[in-house]
């Protein structure tokens, strides 16, 4: 069985393959083996979701007007703009779709956290 990642050359160990960096999905055989895989992006993507809420959380205190009415069209298409890069297979306007879904998300869980204290 070949590993789906990319092996990087410049990696010190012989022979070592990059396992942050996106897989051939051409090399993942089973089903099984791509949930495993998918599982673990899943688990790396919570915390990183968690995160990012938390700062969005920060912004909506710090900014004059917070939370849903002072969402910035602008801002967003920063965002799914910079992040397009690293996404090609997803491209602009899926990211974008996503990107509004995880910041509309954000904004909910702050506006909850604001309304508990
Ligand atoms: O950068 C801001 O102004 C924010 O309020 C943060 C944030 C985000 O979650 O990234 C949230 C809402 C805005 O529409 C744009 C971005």
């Not at 051939?24 to 791509?34: C, G, L, N, R, S």
């Not at 899943?42 to 979701?49: G, I, W």
Request: hydrophobic residues 40%; glycine residues 6%.
């Amino acid at each position: 069985m070949s590993c789906p990642f990319p092996y990087d050359g410049r990696m010190e160990r012989r022979g070592s393959h990059d396992h942050a960096a996106t897989p051939d999905p051409e090399k993942i055989t089973t089903v099984a083996e791509a949930r495993e895989l998918i599982d673990a992006v899943d688990a790396q993507l919570a915390v990183l979701l968690e995160r990012r809420a938390a700062l969005s959380a920060a912004v909506q205190r710090l900014k004059p007007v917070g939370g849903y009415p002072g969402r910035s069209p602008g801002r967003e298409r920063e965002i799914v703009e910079a992040m397009s890069a690293h996404a090609p297979r997803l491209g602009p306007e899926r990211l974008a779709l996503i990107m509004s879904a995880v910041i509309e998300a954000g904004l909910d869980a702050a506006a909850e956290d604001r309304s508990r204290a």
